[in-house]
């Protein structure tokens, strides 16, 4: 046990998650995980955790508002569910994802469809 500047004691030895960029998300608000692609999950002492096999679409349902976080993970990238927290791990650079974004096929459906823009005069 350590003690830090004055604050309660700190166990050194707590379980560490390690992440180029990620995204940590309150698990009790979160109502489904799609995921794209292939993956493995495994069961943990606090939760889950869910490595992905190939580079996929990651989309986060939330109960609230019909609200979701749509996201592109890489390979070896996971999910974990720890207790309260749903944590997006990115074993990349947050820039590295930019290019990644052609992963869900989405995007290819709407740019092959034209264009709708209501006329003005039509209302």
Not at 74 to 84: H, K, T, V
Not at 99 to 106: W, Y
Request: charged share 30%; with cysteine.
């Amino acid at each position: 046990m350590a003690e830090q500047n004055g604050n309660e004691n700190i166990d050194e030895m707590q379980d560490q998650t390690e992440a180029a960029s990620g995204v940590i998300i309150n698990a009790a608000q979160m109502q489904s995980i799609d995921i794209s692609e292939r993956f493995t999950r495994t069961k943990t002492e606090t939760g889950w955790r869910i490595k992905l096999e190939a580079s996929a679409r990651v989309t986060v349902n939330f109960m609230t508002s019909m609200r979701k976080l749509e996201l592109t993970l890489m390979q070896d990238d996971c999910i974990e569910r720890d207790g309260d927290d749903l944590i997006l791990v990115r074993n990349q650079p947050a820039d590295a994802y930019r290019s990644q974004r052609g992963v869900s096929s989405s995007p290819l459906a709407r740019s092959n469809e034209p264009a709708s823009v209501p006329d003005a005069s039509e209302n």
